[in-house]
């Protein structure tokens, strides 16, 4: 287990690389929208990030499920780190829907049906990753 930690600090480290590539990319590169105008670039950074913490998400929780019927030691480790960093691109998510929102509505959070969930999931996710 220890091997597979420290060689598992190269995947995770090319991945944060990516992301912040990604992000820079689609700022720098998208194309402004004719009603949003610049601040539709926001999209394009927001999008991916909330749908990146969904599959770690429903891994960690098969992965729960499992360690429920089979008590199998390796059922708790399989998600490793997974859950701080679906739970950091919630956060982001989060962030980022407010610096498009208060252009677009003139605040920077409003409780809709939208943003609601986001944030409570946050806290569930908050919970998840201490436990």
């Known amino acids: 287990m220890s091997k597979t930690r420290s060689y598992a600090q190269i995947p995770i480290g090319f991945s944060w690389f990516l992301t912040a590539m990604a992000i820079y990319l689609s ?41 429920s019927l089979t008590k199998h030691p390796l059922f708790p480790h399989s998600p490793g780190n997974g859950i701080e960093i679906a739970t950091f691109s919630t956060l982001l998510t989060s962030v980022i829907a407010r610096f498009w929102g208060k252009p677009m509505w003139g605040t920077f959070r409003v409780w809709d049906a939208h943003l609601t969930p986001v944030f409570i999931s946050f806290l569930i996710y908050m919970g998840a990753s201490h436990s």
């Open 27 to 67: 700022i720098q590169l998208a194309p402004s929208d004719s009603q949003q105008g610049e601040n539709h670039r926001i999209t394009h950074v927001h999008v991916p990030t909330a749908r990146m913490s969904i599959p770690i998400h429903i891994a960690k929780a098969i992965n729960s499920f499992l360690l």
